[in-house]
């Protein structure tokens, strides 16, 4: 049975009399303000944070309650079903939403009722004994306001948890709005405000990672909580891969490594560490990366930073195609095989410096037989192993070893 249907139907076992209720009305000032004097006594959150305006605006709050349940349980009210008691529970519910909304928390709330309870009724079964009640009477009457205050209570508990609940919604969204726009790299200017809205604190930079989602929730809990996720299709990834993006923030330096150990035994791909506005380069390198099968994530995370030099010349795949056949014309007159082997040592003789004896080494040939094939390049080419523009030319084209093409017969 709820209180306000018990109390209807309890009220006349009370002997409430007309006199006894108005004495205790009189007093609920006094009450009121010795209940909030305790709660900021004995609750640390309400200390100091009960002052001026907001000290008589709560001392109001706690006599109006008061006399809500006076009205509830005089016996000379007759039983109304549209009794005070809804506005009561529906100031209660307003009064947690706004504790969750300043930020104290719901054990505060409670220890302050708890109290507010014991305060309140130490003043109330003063006058009621001093007034003659009978023992079974202020007996009924402390179960009767002690189950009043628990509903007040859970009524205060039902807007501080729904208050959180729709705060948190109203911010993962935020926060995936600016997730989305830190991934678009719109303007600096409107990053800081989509950031102040959705409450996060910009770091210096951040750090993309493509992780598998079935992992995510793992890695998560190991990173910032400051860290910004993204689960939706975005440009670049492939849906069927079903990879999350990360944006980790202040992952640079030194803490790259630490990143990249935690990361250790997961299929992921580190972009690079960017300004925090600038972090969309981060993610296109990233798919990039991860889009030319770079490295090799199954066997763990794949550092971009480690693979430049393969991202650079992956850039334009074309030009890289027609810089090759510009810069190696003089190979293609020649048989395939042969091409490929003069192609093969100029590569390494490039990497090496022309030291002879090391080319060998790499190519496992005797130094005899790199003396001889250079000597056919030196034919081919000419002075223009000798011209900066040209090894920078065949440096690059080179840069991935060249496949023997297929021969028939």
Same mark, same amino acid.
């Given at each position: ?13 009370? =002997? ?9 009305? @009189? ?5 009121a303000?010795?209940? *909030? ?14 002052? @001026? ?6 001392? =109001? ?12 349980i005089? @016996?000379t ?5 549209s009794? $005070? ?6 100031? !209660?519910y307003? +009064? ?8 104290r928390s ?22 009621t %004994?001093?007034?003659? +009640? ?17 509903? +007040? ?15 948190g ?11 989305? &726009?830190?991934?678009a ?18 770091? &210096? ?32 990834? =492939?849906?069927?891969?079903?990879? !999350? ?7 640079h330096?030194?803490?790259?490594r &630490?990143l ?7 299929r ?27 490295? &090799? $994530?199954?066997?763990?995370? *794949? ?11 992956s ?19 020649? $048989? ?17 410096? @022309?030291?002879?004896?090391? %080319? ?19 034919? +081919? ?7 900066? !523009? ?9 840069? %991935? ?9």
């Amino acid at each position: 049975m709820s209180l306000e249907a018990g109390a209807g139907h309890r009220a006349a076992h009370l =002997n409430l009399d007309v006199g006894m209720a108005a004495t205790l009305r @009189g007093q609920l000032p006094v009450v009121a303000e010795r209940t *909030v004097s305790a709660i900021t006594a004995e609750v640390p959150d309400y200390s100091g944070a009960l002052t @001026g305006a907001m000290r008589a605006k709560i001392e =109001n709050a706690v006599r109006i309650a008061l006399d809500t349940f006076l009205q509830l349980i005089e @016996g000379t009210q007759a039983f109304d079903p549209s009794t $005070p008691l809804t506005p009561a529970l529906e100031a !209660a519910y307003a +009064l947690g939403s706004g504790e969750a909304r300043s930020g104290r928390s719901m054990d505060a709330l409670l220890a302050a009722y708890r109290v507010g309870a014991r305060v309140a009724w130490r003043e109330v079964s003063t006058t009621t %004994v001093r007034g003659g +009640l009978a023992a079974a009477t202020v007996a009924e009457f402390a179960e009767l306001m002690f189950a009043y205050i628990d509903e +007040l209570s859970a009524a205060s508990v039902a807007g501080h948890s729904d208050e959180l609940a729709s705060a948190g919604r109203v911010r993962r969204r935020s926060l995936e709005r600016l997730t989305q &726009q830190l991934l678009a790299g719109e303007p600096e200017e409107s990053l800081r405000r989509s950031a102040e809205r959705a409450d996060w604190p910009p770091p &210096q930079t951040l750090t993309v990672v493509l992780l598998s989602r079935r992992h995510l929730r793992a890695v998560l809990a190991m990173l910032s909580p400051h860290t910004l996720e993204s689960g939706e299709d975005l440009p670049g990834l =492939n849906p069927v891969e079903e990879l !999350a993006v990360l944006l980790v923030p202040d992952a640079h330096g030194g803490r790259r490594r &630490q990143l990249t150990r935690l990361l250790h035994g997961h299929r992921a791909v580190l972009g690079p560490a960017r300004p925090w506005h600038r972090v969309a380069a981060s993610y296109q390198r990233a798919a990039r990366a991860l889009a030319l099968g770079v490295g &090799q $994530p199954d066997a763990g995370p *794949v550092d971009t930073e480690r693979h430049l030099s393969t991202l650079l010349l992956s850039m334009d795949p074309e030009a890289l195609a027609d810089l090759r056949a510009q810069a190696l014309a003089p190979l293609a007159a020649l $048989p395939p095989a042969t091409a490929h082997r003069l192609a093969e040592t100029l590569r390494s003789w490039l990497l090496h410096q @022309g030291r002879r004896d090391d %080319v060998a080494a790499d190519l496992f040939v005797h130094p005899q037989t790199v003396r001889y094939r250079m000597g056919k390049l030196r034919e +081919l080419f000419g002075d223009r192993l000798h011209d900066p !523009a040209t090894v920078l030319d065949l440096t690059i084209a080179l840069a %991935v070893p060249p496949e023997p093409e297929a021969t028939t017969g």
